[in-house]
């Protein structure tokens, strides 16, 4: 079992000390505790030599001084043991989500949401018990018992040994009950983790769900993962419901043996009234903690499976990361970027339900031999059709994806000797599907620039044209997106996206068709702010629109993954290739749309 703790011993080691102080608590605790029948054994075998006011009142204020003493150690014993233990869940909780915030897109799609989740709280919330609770209680059990042994011997080796026999039996028990707790729980864990990303996934696509009027059977898929989760902690239960009664049923047999053996040793004079009194006391003493085992073995498994659930998160090492980082961390970015016979398949995500070669075969190559130099200050357009790969490649330059080595060059150097957060700092960049945080508009156009100032925030909108019309709202920049104010619109999202990645005054930028939802008039607006801010640093725009990318210094029009033509507007439409078309085709829909 104490292996499956390895992952915890770095924080028991950080909180050594603190352990310490709890555990001087917790002997003293029991130290005094220990004391308590021999109090009464001796109040006892006094007092039925003559009863006086005087030694009533005595052994009263003793056994009350002597309660209160266990009280206040008791207390400092929790107050430590536990604050420990919510130190550590802080400190793991904090851990899991800097490990969490470092991995690449991918290991969301590996992981689901929902799951992840639930290792956060339920199983977090189960290594805090182990590390408090369960700890404390251990420490309780094995010092009181070692203790009260001691005494038992004193008394009557004999007493003893009959009245603590029918105990190895709750061992055993405990032993054998054990793993199958472990089992048990580690199912109902899973199912948590299942029920969690349904209901994760039914609130984020909850318009989908409406429009598709799928609430029915959302509800009762969800119905039945709830009433799988329930049978499975039914099952725990039963488990558990068996070994309580049974540790009772033990521990009162040992105390029917007690009344029996050491009622018949008073009788023949072998042990004082007071002697058995206290041994009585001792085994009365010791029912909580000897059931408290039973809790406690729970707690472990418990705390263990949800250990292994954590680590399992927590050793996850980011696919991408800064270990071939060269340059320093303050390098300034010019911003030309090359890709040299660039090949790239995206990694294989494992697929448990998967078997044989499709699970492990060749991942598809989306990417093939793109050769491409964007140098610093001009700017890139990338047409083509849907699923040529444009968002691909330009996910590569943040390192969203990793490309092969030596694939793709920023200021003649590999991508990778720059650490990730210099990179990225220098790359603004406008994804395919926006996303807003639940807070402030003002909040979400920062998000990356914590210190900017109002001017710096209101400019940036301005030049994505939505300052005007966040200004209308009643409270302006302040109004609260998401889930807990306002839904913009298509457009409006994607201008404040625009809004947020022009604040970071970036090297390069990057608009993976963002300006689909706006329209034309708009656009070409917005496209003017652009090159004037823009002047002198790598803009790279996806679209299928003409309207766009025409005025870019060159065009790579991506079909298959390849680079089918590359050059300026018009030399493109001088190859009379997918360009040219595009252009025909939406040149004609434009003369329609003024015609009707
Ligand atoms: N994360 C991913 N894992 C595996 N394959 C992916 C992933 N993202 C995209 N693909 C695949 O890579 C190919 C290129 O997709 P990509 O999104 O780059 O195309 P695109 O040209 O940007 O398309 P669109 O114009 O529709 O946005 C597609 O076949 C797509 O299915």
Redesign the pocket.
Known sequence: MFSRLKPLYPYLHRYRRSFLWGGLAAVLTNVIWIFFPQIIRIAIDDLNHGVTRQKILYYAGLIVAVSAAKGVFLFLTRWIIIGISREIEFDMRNDLFKRLEQQP??YY?QHRTGDIMARMTNDLNAVRMLLGPAIMYSANTILFSVGALYFLLRISPFLTLVALAPLPLASILVQAMGGRIHQRFERIQAMFSDISAQAQENFSGARLVRAFAQEEAQIEAFEKSNREYIRRGLHLVQLMGMLWPTLEFILGLAMAITLLVGGHQVLTHRISVGDFVAFNTYMLLLTWPVIALGWVVNLFERGTASVTRINELLTDKPAIDDRDATVSPDTALRGEIEFRDLHFS??V?ADPTASGPAASGD??E?LHGISLRIPAGTSLA?V??????????V?LIPRL?DAPPGSLLIDGRPVRDYPLATLRSNIGFVP?ETFLFSESIRGNIAFGVPHATDEEIFAAAEAAHIRREIEEFPKGFDTMVGERGVTLSGGQKQRSAIARAILRDPRILIL??SLASVDTYTEERILEELRRIMQGRTTIL?S?RISTVRAADQIAV?VH?RIAELGAHDELLALNGYYASLYQKQLLEEELAVAT
Do not use: R, W
Request: glycine share 14%; no cysteine.
């Open positions: 897109p991918e799609q995206y990694p995500v991942p598809a989306v990338l083509g059709p849907t699923g040529a790969g444009k968002s691909s490649l996910s994806y395919q993976d068709d996806i299928h991506l993954g």
